[in-house]
């Protein structure tokens, strides 16, 4: 029966809704499915447009997050371990992943139930899956160095353990008939097996130059391509001889590889960002027809839809990314977005190419709907990071923030918009490690790069450059991976740490002067305000403040905590030295006596960073456990506690006026958060903690709410008011929560016309029924 277009838009979008309200936790709770499913339902989709209309008292959901939201994410599936490896069965009835911890999980493609216990049947990270054309067995490669085959129905051993690599496993493909298993290891060697016996058949593919990251066969089995550092080796199954090799450049490595079903065109991901397409029908003279540059870091997956008009391609930028591919040697469009909080292993189709399966670091395994995603253009993404928000400061003024990422770049924004205002200042190679505004109109940048670079504010120019910053005289080897800094007021000294736990002062470029007294790498590092003195942690687990013109410690080094310390911070009036530690504890240090003074407990995590309010009041602590803490200074008691972020929290600063926080985490984001004012804190005048319920209140428009671990938001009361999707939760603004900065934009809740708790009843008006003829 032929039906109009928008009936089978709408029939599509129906069930992408009913698919995504029967395996969510809201399946659970009927009234839901107008408060929250219709609520959150993207405005331009069918389901919204043709039933909102008739909808009233709904929770508002607003902001770009929402009006740039491009399809549905049917379900997100949370593991125990790192995701690193996804496969759909060619059957379409189930779907498989394989974890960091040694499992391999498998899914009902329908239900998206676990069908039975997770097989445990390797020693080391899954590196690998692939299930047979047939669908009847699935195999697994694993860093233990060998390969088994499962039976998917009931996750009983088939085949295996299959010994020989002497190396990880990286990459496994089956042949077109099924009969034969491609693997590639570190051991720069390929095996086919035979599937029927297990038995390696025919010679080794020998010869690559270095550890194979990807294999694939092609679509009639004729070939084998296989990605390695800088090169693609291609090989006939034939006669186990080599046809050529494709040079990606050097120390490029080919994550991910696959053949188009035209046995003619190869696309494949590397460690530069890129997609590459390689046109080999002519074997004699295979080349390079394409080169995409979609991902702003490494490709890591890479997938193919079964008509070969669709790719999707996953990086370390956490995202996958769904390109249409209307000729290869025309450019491909973008089609769609789809965002994890950290890298993207693996990607896989289902046989009809609705949807997609996308695996992660997050330790997420996420269902994608892909259909119909031209009906929707994707809009350009918000500004903001790439990468970990590593340094975050208020300018003097109290009007800008500026950021330093591991995306190497730093950006100043606009307090009151959380816009960009300029481009981004670019000219470091390494992830920025601290960022500072200085007393003229420049800003102060330290990067893993060893560079110090000065900025001008006003036009974003580079004045200078400072470094590379190296301990000659001192010792040779730098602190690699982590290398704390500070700056005074004008940038004119610089002090830094050492991987052996030495502090060094540089002036005007030139080492003056290293100080002597930690006994593990240096972790942390703060001038005073006044310049006069310098408060370093250490692996050591100790503090020592030092006198910045002598170089001498002003006592014995300060000792309380038990695991390395990670942030130092001196009170704005120089009377008080906070140091926050991985054993999740902060201290408070006189700086008179060199004393304790105070012990915050709170943090179920590594305590990042610690900066004190300009009144002296207040501290602010940001921690491995998400979370960020305000603490009264004089009792120590923790008065505020926000949530939002969902990675560890990198660093955080208070504005000029004591009245805002700022925020940077791993997860990406900025966010700037609205300090209680002292009434607030403490409304029952007691001093006791209220933990995330500041300011309770009967009216629903300023309603106290939290969201749980499930997306569930909650009032003081624990009612159920909002189920937020998992694909909206990290960009949702919070209570307290005034800005978010992020590349996916972000969301907020508005109840003040909500009907919630009975009244939900009246929030759907049902269409009148149709009266008989």
Not at 93 to 118: E, H, N
Not at 358 to 382: A, H
Request: charged content about 20%; glycine content about 8%; overall charge negative.
């Amino acid at each position: 029966m032929d039906c109009s277009k928008s009936i089978k838009l709408l029939a599509q979008d129906a069930r992408r809704f009913v698919t995504m309200f029967a395996v969510s936790p809201i399946a659970k709770s009927t009234p839901h499915i107008y408060v929250s499913m219709l609520a959150s339902w993207p405005e331009f989709q069918p389901m919204a447009q043709y039933y909102v209309r008739r909808s009233n008292g709904l929770t508002g959901i607003k902001g770009i997050a929402t009006t740039e939201r491009q399809l549905a994410l049917l379900s997100m599936i949370t593991v125990r371990g790192q995701v690193r490896c996804v496969a759909f069965s060619p059957n379409g009835l189930f779907f498989a992943a394989g974890t960091l911890d040694g499992i391999v999980l498998v899914w009902d493609a329908l239900s998206y139930q676990i069908m039975f216990d997770p097989i445990i049947g390797h020693a080391r990270a899954v590196e690998t899956i692939t299930i047979s054309p047939d669908s009847t067995s699935l195999c697994s490669g694993s860093k233990d160095f060998t390969i088994s085959i499962w039976d998917p129905r009931n996750g009983q051993r088939m085949m295996g353990p299959l010994l020989g690599h002497t190396d990880e496993i990286n990459a496994i493909s089956y042949s077109p008939d099924g009969l034969l298993v491609a693997s590639g290891s570190f051991d720069r060697t390929i095996r086919i097996w035979d599937t029927r016996n297990g038995q390696i058949k025919g010679e080794l593919f020998e010869g690559h130059e270095d550890g194979i990251f990807s294999i694939a066969f092609s679509s009639d089995g004729s070939m084998i391509a296989a990605g390695s550092t800088s090169f693609i080796h291609l090989w006939d199954t034939r006669n186990n001889q080599p046809i050529t090799k494709l040079f990606q450049g050097f120390g490029n490595i080919t994550r991910t590889i696959r053949f188009f079903s035209d046995e003619n065109h190869l696309p494949s991901g590397s460690e530069n960002g890129t997609v590459c397409i390689w046109d080999f029908g002519n074997r004699q003279n295979i080349h390079q027809i394409n080169s995409i540059q979609r991902h702003l870091m490494g490709v890591h997956a890479l997938a193919i839809s079964p008509d070969s008009t669709i790719c999707a391609s996953g990086a370390a930028d956490s995202t996958a990314r769904i390109w249409n591919t209307p000729g290869c040697t025309q450019s491909p469009t973008i089609r769609s977005l789809l965002w994890h909080t950290d890298t993207v292993t693996s990607v896989a189709f289902s046989p009809d190419g609705s949807r997609l399966v996308s695996g992660s670091y997050d330790k997420n395994v996420r269902v994608w709907d892909i259909q119909d995603l031209d009906e929707y253009p994707m809009e350009s993404p918000p500004e903001g990071h790439n990468d970990w928000v590593r340094s975050v400061i208020f300018s003097p003024c109290g009007t800008y923030i500026l950021s330093g990422s591991d995306d190497s770049s730093i950006r100043m924004w606009d307090v009151q918009t959380g816009r960009s205002i300029r481009n981004p200042f670019k000219g470091h190679k390494a992830r920025v490690i601290a960022v500072n505004f200085l007393a003229d109109d420049r800003i102060a940048s330290a990067s893993d790069d060893r560079m110090i670079c000065i900025w001008d504010v006003r036009n974003g120019d580079l004045n200078c450059t400072i470094g590379p910053i190296r301990t000659g005289g001192y010792y040779d080897f730098p602190y690699q991976e982590f290398w704390p800094v500070a700056f005074s007021s004008n940038a004119s000294q610089i002090v830094c740490g050492s991987f052996l736990g030495d502090i060094y002062i540089w002036e005007s470029g030139e080492l003056i002067r290293g100080l002597t007294g930690h006994t593990g790498g240096a972790s942390s590092i703060a001038f005073s305000t006044d310049e006069r003195h310098i408060v370093s942690g250490s692996w050591d687990t100790r503090v020592i403040i030092w006198d910045a013109k002598s170089g001498n410690p002003l006592y014995n080094p300060l000792s309380g905590h038990t695991l390395p310390v990670y942030s130092v911070a001196f009170s704005p009036n120089g009377l008080r030295v906070a140091s926050g530690s991985e054993d999740r504890d902060i201290r408070l240090w006189d700086v008179g006596g060199g004393l304790p003074v105070g012990e915050l407990r709170g943090h179920t995590g590594t305590v990042h960073s610690v900066s004190f309010s300009p009144n002296n009041v207040y501290l602010v602590s940001g921690s491995q456990d998400t979370s960020i803490r305000v603490w009264d200074v004089g009792s120590g008691r923790s008065v505020a506690k926000f949530n939002g972020h969902t990675d560890r929290v990198c660093s955080v600063a208070f504005s000029p006026d004591s009245a805002q926080i700022v925020s940077g985490s791993a997860d990406m984001t900025i966010r700037l958060w609205n300090v209680p004012m002292p009434d607030t804190l403490y409304p029952d005048g007691s001093g006791a903690f209220l933990g995330e319920f500041i300011h309770a209140t009967n009216d629903i428009s300023t309603l106290d709410w939290q969201m749980d671990e499930n997306g569930w938001i909650k009032d003081d009361q624990r009612r159920l008011l909002l189920w937020v999707p998992p694909d909206l939760r990290s960009v949702l603004r919070r209570r307290h929560n005034s800005i978010l900065i992020s590349r996916q934009g972000c969301i907020a809740l508005d109840f003040s016309n909500a009907r919630i708790g009975e009244e939900w009843t009246t929030c759907y008006q049902p269409f009148p029924e149709s009266s008989p003829d």
